[in-house]
């Protein structure tokens, strides 16, 4: 579905991304894991034109998405939930949901759509009139979630869904990103909790440095002992 090769991506002078290559196949759920600034959030960037690559391509469903423009892959079915939220803090909950639906018309069946996450995630549901920024952490990462399937994504690339969120919520995210997986959609999972993260994912990629380190099925890499010293606390 999404294969890069060779991307090099840059901030300036700071070459964050080095001539990394890895594919997605439909279906799939792939993990990148990595310490802090090793470049994951770069490549999910990378990936959904937010930070284009200086060298290097990227291919999603046979087409060259290497230099387009980030609303254009949202039509194309890429979406993105970024690390941090970014929820619009003074605007309701169902305000949220509705931005995530820019790129529809009016013939969709948006009403459906917030269903469907309301089904998801019904703490929304009960706090669909107040401002999002009334939500706890968890919730606005619900939301955060929720209004990045509102494009009705075929590639939904999650930054860090569980961080900061008490053990019950990662449970609770770590469950609904196993639904969405059942619901044939295909994730590309960025985390610091290795160890959730690799027990729900197909495949993984380890990140060190802006070099792809390692790669393999994910069960092989939660037995790997280069993985398990360095992300899985020995
Ligand atoms: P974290 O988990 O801390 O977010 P990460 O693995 O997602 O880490 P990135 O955020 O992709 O890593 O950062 C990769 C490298 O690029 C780091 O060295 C970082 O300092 C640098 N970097 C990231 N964003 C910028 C920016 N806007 N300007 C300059 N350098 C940046």
Not at 39 to 67: E, F, M, W
Not at 121 to 139: I, N, W
Not at 171 to 186: A, C, D, H, R, Y
Request: zero cysteines.
């Amino acid at each position: 579905m999404l294969r890069a090769e060779n991307i090099n991506v840059y901030y300036d002078q700071i070459h964050a991304i080095k001539d990394v290559s890895f594919d997605i196949k439909e279906g799939e759920l792939v993990a990148l894991i990595g310490a802090n600034g090793a470049g994951k959030t770069t490549v999910l960037r990378a990936i959904s034109g937010l930070q284009r690559p200086r060298r290097g391509k990227i291919i999603y469903k046979d087409n060259d998405i290497s230099d387009m423009e980030a609303h254009r892959l949202v039509k194309l079915g890429i979406s993105h939930s970024p690390e941090g939220r970014q929820i619009f803090s003074r605007l309701t909950v169902l305000e949220n949901l509705l931005i995530g639906a820019f790129i529809k018309n009016k013939q969709s069946n948006i009403k459906g759509d917030i269903d469907y996450i309301y089904s998801l995630f019904p703490v929304l549901k009960d706090r669909e009139k107040l401002p999002a920024g009334a939500l706890s952490g968890g919730e606005q990462q619900m939301l955060s979630i929720g209004r990045s399937l509102m494009s009705s994504p075929k590639l939904l690339l999650l930054d860090e869904p569980s961080l900061g969120l008490a053990p019950l919520l990662v449970e609770k995210i770590f469950e609904v990103i196993q639904t969405l997986k059942k619901n044939n959609i295909t994730i590309l999972l960025v985390e610091q909790n290795a160890y959730q993260a690799l027990e729900i994912a197909d495949r993984a990629y380890v990140l060190e440095s802006g070099v792809v380190k390692l790669h393999g099925a994910a069960r092989d890499l939660l037995n790997n002992s280069e993985v398990k010293k360095a992300y899985l606390g020995g």
